[in-house]
């Protein structure tokens, strides 16, 4: 391996399931990237400060997921202010002084539900707590919610989000996980719970048409709640649109390269 050939990869734990190899790997076969490639490591959270100081200079940056967004952000020298501000990196940029966090699922989150034309968001109802609940509360923070509802099986998990909140300058109200039906009336749903957790949700929903679900999830599916939402007319977005949205990013800081999106797009489709 010389320093020419650089190197990128997914962090995580599980990670076999990851479709980042494909969307960045594509990018890089057609922006004529010959000398990159991209791989998935598992990677436990306390692996994760061993793993970057063993890096050799060929290691460009490594997408971040479960569970270690927040151990990206504490291990990085620097930081964008938008990770500061949740809490939480999904990447890590290899610069000259050391490793850069950021978290490109904030913009990505933006970028996905402008998309399908939500300009605005008033009321926004997120369900889960964890890493991507932080980045939910501020793509709803820049579509113009004043107040998130955040629904969540932990309480002391949602006491963790209220200082993002306050960074984020919106307000920020409970909602019990055995009364989240009641919250599914809002403007935007933003689904970050694992797999499953939602699903019994589905046969209770009683959604607005008008309502946009984004579902955080992408394998498998449509999700049963996902399945319920469109049923009812709602626009529903999936985690395969966060993923290609945020992976754009990450490509970019990466590279320095514009993203060759449909590229990337097309090879996410494929795999699917």
Request: glycine share 8%; charged share 15%; net charge negative.
């Given at each position: 391996?010389?320093?020419?050939?650089?190197?990128?990869?997914?962090?995580?734990?599980?990670?076999?399931?990851?479709?980042?190899?494909?969307?960045?790997?594509?990018?890089?076969?057609?922006?004529?990237?010959?000398?990159?490639?991209?791989?998935?490591?598992?990677?436990?959270?306390a692996e994760l400060p061993d793993r970057l100081a063993a890096c050799g200079?060929?290691?460009?940056?490594?997408?971040?997921?479960?569970?270690?967004?927040?151990?990206?952000?504490?291990?990085?020298?620097?930081?964008?202010?938008?990770?500061?501000?949740?809490?939480?990196?999904?990447?890590?940029?290899?610069?000259?002084?050391?490793?850069?966090?950021?978290?490109?699922?904030?913009?990505?989150?933006?970028?996905?539900?402008?998309?399908?034309r939500v300009a605005s968001a008033p009321a926004v109802t997120v369900l889960?707590?964890?890493?991507?609940?932080?980045?939910?509360?501020?793509?709803?923070?820049?579509?113009?919610?004043?107040?998130?509802?955040?629904?969540?099986?932990?309480?002391?998990?949602?006491?963790?989000?209220?200082?993002?909140?306050?960074?984020?300058?919106?307000?920020?109200?409970?909602?019990?996980?055995?009364?989240?039906?009641?919250?599914?009336?809002?403007?935007?749903?933003?689904?970050?719970?694992?797999?499953?957790?939602?699903?019994?949700?589905?046969?209770?929903?009683?959604?607005?048409?008008?309502?946009?679900?984004?579902?955080?999830?992408?394998?498998?599916?449509?999700?049963?709640?996902?399945?319920?939402?469109?049923?009812?007319?709602?626009?529903?977005?999936?985690?395969?649109?966060?993923?290609?949205?945020?992976?754009?990013?990450?490509?970019?800081?990466?590279?320095?390269?514009?993203?060759?999106?449909?590229?990337?797009?097309?090879?996410?489709?494929?795999?699917?």
């Amino acid at each position: 391996m010389t320093v020419s050939a650089r190197r990128a990869a997914v962090l995580g734990k599980p990670i076999a399931h990851s479709l980042s190899p494909v969307i960045h790997n594509a990018g890089y076969a057609a922006a004529g990237l010959t000398d990159w490639s991209y791989t998935a490591i598992e990677c436990a959270e306390a692996e994760l400060p061993d793993r970057l100081a063993a890096c050799g200079p060929e290691w460009a940056g490594f997408s971040v997921t479960m569970p270690l967004k927040e151990a990206a952000l504490a291990v990085a020298g620097a930081a964008s202010p938008v990770a500061v501000a949740v809490g939480a990196a999904n990447t890590l940029v290899r610069r000259a002084d050391g490793w850069y966090a950021d978290n490109t699922d904030v913009p990505g989150m933006v970028e996905v539900l402008r998309a399908a034309r939500v300009a605005s968001a008033p009321a926004v109802t997120v369900l889960g707590a964890g890493g991507t609940a932080r980045a939910a509360l501020a793509g709803a923070a820049e579509l113009g919610a004043a107040t998130v509802t955040v629904v969540a099986r932990r309480a002391a998990a949602v006491d963790e989000l209220r200082p993002v909140a306050e960074a984020l300058g919106i307000g920020l109200t409970v909602g019990a996980w055995t009364d989240a039906v009641a919250h599914l009336d809002a403007d935007v749903v933003i689904s970050t719970v694992p797999k499953g957790v939602a699903d019994p949700l589905a046969p209770q929903a009683s959604w607005r048409p008008a309502t946009v679900l984004f579902d955080a999830i992408y394998d498998p599916w449509p999700t049963p709640l996902a399945e319920s939402a469109a049923a009812a007319g709602c626009p529903v977005l999936s985690g395969l649109d966060l993923l290609l949205a945020q992976a754009v990013g990450q490509f970019e800081q990466f590279t320095g390269v514009t993203a060759p999106v449909e590229a990337m797009r097309a090879a996410l489709r494929a795999a699917r």
